[in-house]
């Protein structure tokens, strides 16, 4: 049974110009949502929004059935260790530590022991032992969403997580992303330029003319 993780209601947001105004998301369990768009439309500061990293200049929105900007900050910093999972396209690793160790960091925090068959699903637990510096950059993002997945996100915030990918690599990590909601009942939102990748999720949108339009 399904159950809504994230809703929002009325996001509006600016900078220097309007980004976007009045847009409604939900994203319930289960489901797989991607959000496209030119660079500069806009769509990963709406990602920020949902993901508890900025406040929108006006509309609501409520994470786990929670009012999210109006929680206290130990209790989104709570949010980002157990039940929030962030995928950026550039991975933010350790680089003076092992792959295995930059993985142990985010499941220690979270309490989660490390899935084997994660590593197995994205072809890196033979370079468990290496240094960061010492593996591609492919080879670096695939530990980077490994470190996501161990601490078992209930839902996913993935920003361009195959925009530094191979096409065959960038398959493979959007298999293992569907597979973990699918599997575990949590929720993907995608921002990603390839309208190829967004399609593969249970719906799409558009982010243009500061509104939200479903492709599909």
Known sequence: M????????????????????????T??????K???GRSGSGKSTLLHIFSTFMKPDEGNVRLFGENLYSLK??????LRRYDVGIIFQFHYLFK????????????MLSGERIADEILEQLEIKALMHQKIGELSGGQQ???????VLSKQPRIIFADEPTGNLDKE??????????????????GLLLVTHDEGMAQRCNKA???????????K
């Open 169 to 186: 690599t960038a398959s493979l990590v959007m298999d293992v992303l569907l597979d973990y909601c699918k599997e575990t009942g949590a």
């Open 205 to 215: 949108y558009r982010l243009e003319d500061k509104m939200l339009k479903a492709l």
């Open 2 to 25: 399904s159950q809504m993780l994230l809703e929002s209601t009325h996001i509006s947001h600016s900078f220097d110009y309007t980004l976007f105004t009045d847009i409604d998301f």
């Open 141 to 147: 993002q695939r530990i980077s969403i490994a470190r």
């Open 34 to 36: 991607a959000i496209v």
């Open 96 to 107: 003076g530590m092992s792959a295995m160790e930059n993985i142990e960091v985010a499941s």
């Open 73 to 78: 900050d130990d209790e989104i910093e709570a």
């Open 27 to 32: 994203l319930e369990s289960y489901e797989s």
